[in-house]
Structure formats: structure tokens, C-alpha cells
């Protein structure tokens, strides 16, 4: 004699519904924190790189120098890599941090502190290469999912809606 349970539809037996009760309120609150967990991180690598940027600025010969001696990017000559690189630094941070195009900052952020990271990592110490992997990390979050419901991005996709057009920004 064979016997058969019945499956609810939720896949599970008794189980099922207690951890649907339990989970949904865990998962109610995720939701709720990635806004302000989207913004923190936008905030938090916008300060690091808009920061280093006016360090450049401020010692602008100390910044060419060490595009000439210590960065080594092939493709550019060291005074043209210092004002991309300076540039990056000072007009990407403010894109991210306001979520204006922050897809398209977080990306260009990415790519300058890659371009960082691989042309001065044999002078770094273990903990500062780390940090760039944190930045990394952020940034590339930022660029995968979008900056989120506290951007500019996200009040402008809504004010388009609003107004009867689609699509996206």
C-alpha cells in the first residue's frame, strides 16, 4: 500500500507557511534598507575618490610626478593620464553620490580605480590593495544594480512614468 501526502502549492508541508510567516518580515526589511544602503555606499566611494582627486589638485606637481615615475599606464603620456585620472577622480564622484547617470559614473569609477589599483599595485601594502577591492566591490554593486530609489535617477524614471513616458532613463 503506497501511501500520498498532499503538497501545498508553497512546496512544502506544516513547515511551509511558518517560514513564509517568519521570512516574509526579514525579507520586508532588506527591501526597506537598500535605499539607504545603496546611498551609503554612493556616498562613502564618492568621498574617497572626490577626496583624492582635490589631493591631486593641491600638489599637481607631486600628482605628474608620480604619473611619470610610479603609475605606469602605456596607453597615455604621464601628463595626459594625470588630467584623466585627476578628472575621473573630481567629475565622477559627484554622479554616483546623487545617483545622476550613476550607472554610468559607477562604471567610470570602476574602471579609474582599476586602472589605480593595477598601475601602482606593486607598491601597495596588502591592507591598501584590500581597500581598492572594497571600492571595487561598491562601485561594481552600484553599476549592476543602479543607485537606487534615493537617486536622481530613480525620481526622474518615476517623473517620466508619471508624465506617460516609457522606458527607461
Known sequence: MTRTTAVAPHGGGIEGPIVTRLWGPVESLLDWLRSPTLLAARLYVSYVFFNSGLQSLRDWAGTVWLYQNEFHIAV?????????????????????????????GALGLFVVNLVALLSYMYALQVPAIM?????????????????????????RLARRERFGVVGRI
Open 131 to 155: 581597500f581598492h577591492f572594497i571600492w571595487g566591490g561598491l562601485i561594481l554593486m552600484i553599476a549592476l544594480w543602479g543607485p537606487g530609489a534615493w537617486s536622481i535617477d530613480a525620481w
Open 76 to 104: 597615455l603620456p604621464p601628463h595626459v593620464a594625470a588630467v584623466v585620472g585627476t578628472a575621473g577622480e573630481l567629475l565622477l564622484p559627484p554622479l554616483v553620490a546623487f545617483g545622476l547617470l550613476g550607472r554610468f
